[in-house]
């Protein structure tokens, strides 16, 4: 803990979109912070709501703000974007800046923090964070980015890492490839996503609306892209083999829609349409019903370099939740999951591997009520936001002491 309360500005990239970092990452954290006595506020350009530029607000104790978006002209724009972000956060006058992604908008903003603090003698002590890896390999090959943007986002990454005075990273296989940059291991700190307390769902409820009635409920909470939707439908087919009344229940939309697509037409070629129910995209707050309405969830992986380096909000959330979960071994799943402890994990043999550890959960209760609750117990000590905002303040101290100048 810090001795004295903190003034702390994080900086986002994007707003308060429903899957943005800000939302999912920097505010959680920043409300633990707020809790522990610090001062905080963070701000962004509200490209999810353009309309509300220019807006103060307060959550919890934390200070929100959204910059202007103007003026038209593109390249001018997004230059006065990131200054208008690097001013507000300076003007603040805070004792460390956190910027959520080394990219875009938060990205320009640090890079100009970074410059003014070498420039001027007082300057402020820059955390940037990674959440996500943007270079080869990574988003800046999944989205449709423009040829330049994808080109900025890489040098972004690799340049305002490297110039951070610390970086947090999400995911263990992120530090890795942070120290790969060239940034000593000493400024890189591993700091996950966490989870917060959740809400006790209506499991009864949800299964009544559905019509799931007594079945045995899988869970696929899910956005389909990070797996091979073939694997899952396979999984399915086996664990109806010897389970004909279990049922899928599929919570989620595809970030792409052919991804979704190409699911539910494997699913009705199986002749499996009878097995799946599908909710859809589910508001936050029903999130709880839905979870509360299945035996165990499914959550399968490709092994690629997108997914080796994230850290799942959604995999987080179901395990603090209590749900036992079957997980494919990549990345950040293997942190999250004691394989026999707090969840289930497999390993090789596609679709027929997943099929195997379900249905061991689904001939076994009392095994699904000792994994479901020591995961809740894990995520609401290990991964609460609470423990990692204590852990975030350790970063800052050594982010502080690596900015002063030397003593004499």
């Not at 954290?29 to 807006?55: C, D, K, Q, S």
């Not at 890492?161 to 940059?181: I, K, M, N």
């Amino acid at each position: 803990m810090s001795e004295a309360p903190l003034r702390i500005a994080m900086i986002g990239p994007f707003g308060l979109g429903p899957k943005a970092t800000v939302r999912e990452r920097a505010l959680p954290l920043a409300r633990a912070l707020a809790a522990h006595g610090h001062r905080v506020a963070i701000y962004m350009p509200p490209w999810h709501t353009p309309a509300e530029a220019g807006r103060t607000w307060e959550e919890d104790g934390v200070r929100l703000e959204y910059v202007s978006l103007g003026p038209g002209m593109p390249l001018v724009r997004h230059g006065a974007i990131a200054r208008r972000l690097a001013g507000r956060a300076m003007g603040w006058r805070p004792d460390v800046i956190h910027a959520f992604k080394p990219k875009a908008h938060a990205g320009m903003a640090a890079a100009l923090l970074w410059a003014r603090g070498r420039l001027r003698r007082g300057g402020v002590p820059v955390v940037v964070d990674e959440d996500d890896w943007e270079g080869p390999g990574g988003w800046k090959d999944l989205e449709p980015y423009p040829r330049a943007a994808r080109a900025l986002f890489a040098r972004q990454e690799g340049w305002g890492l490297r110039h951070a005075d610390g970086v947090t990273v999400a995911s263990r296989a992120l530090e890795t490839l942070v120290w790969g940059l060239g940034v000593p291991p000493e400024r890189v700190h591993y700091l996950p996503n966490g989870a917060p307390s959740p809400a006790p769902g209506d499991g009864e409820g949800v299964r009544l609306r559905l019509g799931l009635g007594r079945a045995p409920v899988i869970l696929l909470y899910t956005r389909f892209f990070e797996y091979d939707v073939a694997r899952v439908v396979e999984a399915l087919e086996r664990v109806v083999g010897q389970a004909p009344e279990a049922r899928l229940l599929v919570v989620g939309e595809g970030l792409y829609p052919a991804d979704e697509e190409r699911f539910y037409r494997l699913v009705a070629e199986a002749g499996l349409s009878g097995a799946v129910c599908k909710a859809g995209w589910v508001p936050l707050a029903e999130l709880p019903d839905h979870f509360a309405a299945a035996d165990l969830a499914i959550y399968p992986y490709d092994d690629t370099l997108v997914n080796r380096t994230k850290c799942s909000v959604k995999l987080a959330g179901l395990l603090a939740a209590g749900v036992p979960v079957v997980a494919e071994a990549v990345g950040q799943n293997a942190e999250y999951i004691r394989d026999g402890h707090t969840g289930l994990l497999a390993t090789g043999g596609g679709g027929a591997a997943l099929a195997r550890r379900c249905l061991a959960l689904l001939g076994d209760a009392d095994l699904r009520a000792r994994l479901g609750r020591a995961a809740a117990r894990e995520m609401a000590t290990t991964y609460s936001w609470d423990h990692l905002a204590e852990r975030l303040l350790t970063v800052y101290a050594s982010a502080r002491g690596a900015s002063l100048p030397p003593t004499p």
